[in-house]
Structure formats: C-alpha cells, structure tokens
C-alpha cells in the first residue's frame, strides 16, 4: 500500500533540510551548486511568500521528500520552479501531486503560468507537456514553457 504524502507550505525552520534536498537531487542529475541562480534557497520566505508566491514540501512521515514552488514575476505571471523530489521516492505519483497542488496554485491567482527545465529531464518535460504546457522557447539545454489560463 502506498504511503499517503502530506503537501505543507514551506516552514523556515525547515529551511535547511529543503536547501539539502534540492542541492541533493541537482549533484544527482549533474547540475552544480550555483550561488547566484541558487540563492533563493536561503531565503525561501522572502522569495516565494512574501511577493505572491508559494513554496510547497511533500512530506512522508517526518521527513520531506520533495518541493514545488510558485514564483511571482509580475501582475499576471509566475513561473513554476524548484520542482524537485528524492530519488527513492520517484515513480510513486508524488512529484505529480506536487506539480498538481503548485499548478492548482498557481492558475488560481495567474492568468499565465510559465517554467522552464533542462532538456535532459524527460519525465519532467514529459509532465509539463501532457498538462498542457507549450515550448515557447530553447536556449542551449533549457526549454522554457507557457500556459496562458
């Protein structure tokens, strides 16, 4: 039977332990530690909540085992990021959940939701696309995806 995971929004005394989860997952697929692109990380408060946003943890048992985030980035627009979800927790419909509650989120205060991957990452492009995200743009490995609600 599949463990049941609880969405939370972001606590800061829960700051470090969601800073080593998506550090984690980034060395797993390759990426490296960015302070510029990854300051937002030690300051998920003031970056997500604070302007509009959300910062949402899945959590199993006590442990918080994947995130999802909605950034404002103006009036009418915010961008979908910091999907992310522990390795031995994937293929179990969470991250899906994740994505689910992050989109839900995000289409009920934004006209256009937009978010970007590497291009490395099928199953996260493979999501994107089915739930109706359309490539607008390629640079280098990135695509960048629209949806207008």
């Not at 390759?30 to 990854?38: I, S, V």
């Not at 604070?50 to 199993?60: H, N, V």
Request: some cysteine.
């Amino acid at each position: 039977m599949k463990s049941i995971m609880r969405i939370e929004r972001f606590i800061p005394i829960r700051g470090t332990e969601v800073k080593e989860l998506v550090l984690g997952v980034l060395a797993e697929q390759g990426f490296d530690f960015d302070p510029e692109k990854d300051s937002d990380l030690d300051d998920i408060g003031g970056y997500y909540l604070a302007d509009g946003g959300m910062f949402f943890t899945g959590i199993l048992g006590d442990e918080i085992i994947g995130t999802a985030a909605v950034r404002r980035v103006g009036a009418e627009q915010c961008e979908i990021r910091r999907l992310y979800m522990k390795q031995e927790f994937r293929g179990r419909g969470y991250g899906k959940q994740l994505f689910q509650d992050a989109l839900s989120y995000a289409r009920s205060n934004y006209p256009v939701v937009t978010l970007k991957t590497d291009k490395s990452l099928g199953r996260a492009v493979s999501i994107y696309l089915k739930s109706r995200f359309s490539v607008i743009r390629v640079d280098g490995d990135t695509l960048f995806f629209k949806m207008d609600i």
